[in-house]
């Protein structure tokens, strides 16, 4: 099951629309921001039905 999420980048505070994989489970990737470009840490905890995402910089 697909999910479109906005979720603000960490770098510009744009937000950003992700596509979240809720079938495949438990999730950290890594997706350039669409505004900025710069390459945010996402992290995806998911039981295939209730889901939180949570964005960080690369950095930290
Ligand atoms: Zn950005």
New binding site residues.
């Given amino acids: 099951m697909l999910e479109t999420q906005l979720c603000q980048?960490p770098?510009?505070g744009?937000r950003?629309e992700v596509l979240l994989d809720l079938s495949a489970g438990d999730q950290s990737y890594v997706e350039d921001?669409s505004?900025?470009c710069?390459p945010?840490q996402f992290e995806l905890r998911t039981d295939g039905v209730d889901w939180s995402l949570e964005a960080h910089r690369e950095d930290d």
């Fill in positions: 980048c770098y510009c744009e950003v921001c505004v900025c710069r945010i």
